[in-house]
């Protein structure tokens, strides 16, 4: 299962989820989706988000063993 930072990342950074969708350009859903791991990035957007929240894409996004 894929895991993430995002929503404690994007909290940090006072980010709402409507204004980190801006900076990467999907919508509020997208990102709410991402948070509650409902929805599995593309290597584009996690690279996106990784950029906007200023950490490696590792630090964001890992697999948990199942």
Do not use: C, H
Request: aromatic share 10%; glycine share 6%.
């Amino acid at each position: 299962m894929l895991r993430n930072r995002v929503k404690e990342l994007r909290a940090r950074y006072g980010f709402t989820q409507s204004e980190l969708g801006k900076k990467v350009d999907v919508t509020r859903q997208t990102i709410a989706f991402i948070e509650k791991g409902e929805f599995s990035p593309s290597i584009t957007l996690a690279l996106k988000l990784a950029q906007a929240l200023q950490v490696e894409v590792g630090d964001l996004f890992w697999l948990e063993e199942e």
